[in-house]
């Protein structure tokens, strides 16, 4: 039974989309902290792709429409919220941009019929320190700009060890798994060594969102395949800008992140992956521009790339045929590369008296 303060907390709603896949475990921190209970939509389904798809215009991409469907989910079944959570996501480092429909999410989203009250935490550290967006949505909260620093440090903290976490090799949904159900960041019992690795590229709203995808790492697993994320790579690899030529930069941010992912498999990483499959959502413009860069990049070095595009009429059966073509493939190359370095004649040995 909840306590009178537990049952005072404002009830705060989070879609279970876009940027909960990355920053999930910062919000739910910095909500807890400001004595908040959080309200989850359940996980994608095909009625949530429906209402989605319904109340979203055509030109949108899927993970678009998926986050409309999970507004109204939560609008549907939980109509005591005090607080829909849409923040504002403009620029995470000062070099760089998202997408411009994010950027207007909450100015879409709080005229939708029936939408309670937004709460807005704007990320845009060309213009200010997230601190001070906190703190403003700490005032809303009715909480003191002491709460709120406070809140936004403990925040900070967690969020750094989940990414750590990551980064130690966990998969993105156990972690995630972990930090819904509270418990300490722990790696999973680590899996037999597989033939083939791959490099799966892509938002991670398209990565693991298991029902838009079909369960696509499950299904790259079943063909022993090891999945790498750029959420499992080192830090240091992107704390450098990728220039493309001297005319042209990239100012989409995580773009940016991908094609510095890349660039290591291409130097420091290059024997780590056998692979790279990019996982594109139909409409997306930044994926479709940097996706013909990769591809030029990966063919230099002969490493196989695959792109696959999804919507919501994505059939299982196609994705498939592609799958299992891409993967044998590469078990194909390296069993060539295996009988030609094993039956490679000797050197004789030259003595010198």
Known sequence: MK???????????????????????????????????????PPTNKKIVEEGVSHGFGELCIPLKVYYGHVMKLIEEHPDLDYLFVPRYVSEVKEAYFCPKFLSLPDVIKIIEGVPK?????????EFPISFSVIEMAKELGKS??????????AEKYFEKYQEFLR??????????????????????????????????GHPYNLFDKFINLDFQKKLRERDVEVLTIE???????????????????????????????????????????????????????????SELIM???????IPFLEITMDEHSGEAGMLTR???????????????RARSEGKPKKEQIRIS
């Open 118 to 126: 937004l709460l807005t935490l704007e990320v845009n550290v060309k």
């Open 145 to 154: 700009r002491t709460k709120a620093l406070d809140a936004y440090e403990k």
């Open 168 to 201: 130690d090799g966990a998969p993105v949904n156990y972690a995630l798994r972990l930090v819904n159900k509270d418990k300490p960041f722990k790696l999973p019992k680590k899996r037999e060594e597989k033939e083939v690795r791959l490099l799966l590229l």
């Open 296 to 302: 030029r990049d990966l063919k230099t070095r002969k």
């Open 3 to 41: 306590t009178p303060e537990e049952k005072k907390k404002p009830k705060v709603g989070i879609p279970r989309a876009l940027h909960y896949y990355k920053f999930y475990p910062f919000w739910k921190k910095l909500l807890e902290e400001l004595d908040t209970e959080i309200v989850l939509s």
């Open 323 to 337: 799958i299992e073509s891409f993967v044998e493939m590469i078990k194909r190359k390296k069993k060539k590369l």
């Open 232 to 290: 499992n790579l080192p830090e240091w690899i992107y704390k450098t800008p990728v220039i493309v030529n001297k005319k042209l930069r990239n100012y989409w941010g995580h773009e940016e992140e991908l094609m510095q992912a890349v660039r290591y498999f291409l130097n420091e990483g290059r024997n780590r992956i056998d692979g790279v499959i990019f996982l594109v959502s139909f409409a997306c413009g930044p994926d479709s521009l940097i």
